[in-house]
């Protein structure tokens, strides 16, 4: 099993910072944001991890090196232009195929160790598996949602105005090897991207999609407040007391 950071985008929610730094290089309490998923995928025994971002790359290469620090071997790829999630995991497959694959976005922080879910994972037989979240309705609509019907996902909508549920995609993903033939066959959306929700609509339809409902607190860090408030849970995990 290998993993995938996806650490891509022009980060313009924090403009002016990110005219001179990658937002996946922003702290996260006391840690640079990039490090949270490269130990979630650690933690779960993965080791073999593909950091891709942009045109910042050497940015990643002086903080992360070959990733011996955080107990990772760590390979890099460039994605070219804002084009999705599933152009950027695209461009690892030479590095990541013939085997599956767990994808985590860069700005996703886990409280929930993810092993058992890979575990999981690794008695399907083929197929993809997906991390979902209970949220506010409201807060749905800012997410993938996915309907689930007598415990199987039967559809997953972007952003929808009218959620289905309250049960939303977080940003890690877990594929079989045929996930770069099935990404080949995507046209972009409306934005120009090649959609993951799309991506992972092909597995709905063919049944072999599979999920778990995570218990534990998740956030992204992408704009500024929910990098404030993921600071605020991690330094709370630690234990951290605030002060005057």
């Given at each position: 099993?290998?993993?995938?950071?996806?650490?891509?985008?022009?980060?313009?929610?924090?403009?002016?910072?990110?005219r001179?730094?990658?937002?996946?290089?922003?702290?996260?309490?006391?840690?640079?944001?990039?490090y949270?998923?490269?130990?979630?995928?650690?933690k779960?025994?993965?080791?073999?991890?593909?950091?891709?971002?942009?045109?910042?790359?050497?940015?990643?290469?002086?903080?992360?090196?070959?990733?011996?620090?955080?107990?990772?071997?760590?390979?890099?790829?460039?994605?070219?232009?804002?084009?999705?999630?599933?152009?950027?995991?695209l461009?690892?497959e030479?590095?990541?195929?013939?085997?599956?694959?767990?994808v985590?976005?860069?700005?996703?922080?886990?409280?929930?160790?993810?092993?058992?879910?890979?575990?999981?994972?690794?008695?399907?037989?083929?197929?993809?598996?997906?991390?979902?979240?209970?949220?506010?309705?409201?807060?749905?609509?800012?997410?993938?949602?996915?309907?689930?019907?007598?415990?199987?996902?039967?559809?997953?909508?972007?952003?929808?105005?009218?959620?289905?549920?309250?049960?939303?995609?977080?940003?890690?993903?877990?594929?079989?090897?045929?996930?770069?033939?099935?990404i080949?066959?995507?046209?972009?959306?409306?934005?120009?991207?090649?959609e993951?929700?799309?991506?992972?609509?092909?597995?709905?339809?063919?049944?072999?999609?599979?999920?778990?409902?995570?218990?534990?607190?998740?956030?992204?860090?992408?704009?500024?407040?929910?990098?404030l408030?993921?600071?605020?849970?991690?330094?709370?995990?630690?234990?951290?007391?605030?002060?005057?």
């Amino acid at each position: 099993m290998k993993g995938v950071v996806l650490a891509g985008g022009l980060g313009r929610r924090f403009d002016p910072v990110t005219r001179v730094v990658n937002k996946h290089l922003l702290d996260v309490f006391d840690q640079p944001m990039i490090y949270f998923p490269i130990r979630t995928l650690v933690k779960a025994g993965i080791t073999d991890v593909t950091v891709v971002t942009g045109k910042e790359i050497n940015q990643f290469r002086e903080l992360l090196g070959d990733g011996h620090e955080l107990g990772a071997e760590i390979r890099y790829a460039v994605q070219d232009g804002e084009l999705g999630i599933s152009h950027a995991l695209l461009q690892t497959e030479e590095l990541v195929a013939g085997g599956r694959v767990v994808v985590i976005l860069g700005d996703n922080i886990y409280q929930t160790d993810i092993s058992a879910f890979v575990r999981r994972y690794e008695e399907q037989q083929t197929g993809a598996f997906v991390l979902l979240k209970e949220v506010g309705t409201e807060d749905a609509k800012r997410f993938a949602v996915a309907e689930v019907v007598e415990g199987k996902v039967v559809d997953i909508v972007e952003k929808p105005q009218e959620p289905k549920s309250d049960l939303v995609v977080t940003g890690c993903y877990m594929f079989d090897d045929r996930v770069f033939d099935f990404i080949r066959t995507l046209r972009p959306s409306e934005r120009n991207e090649y959609e993951v929700t799309d991506l992972l609509n092909i597995y709905v339809r063919e049944g072999t999609l599979h999920h778990d409902v995570l218990a534990g607190w998740w956030t992204d860090a992408g704009t500024p407040p929910s990098k404030l408030k993921a600071s605020i849970l991690v330094a709370l995990q630690k234990g951290v007391t605030f002060h005057r």
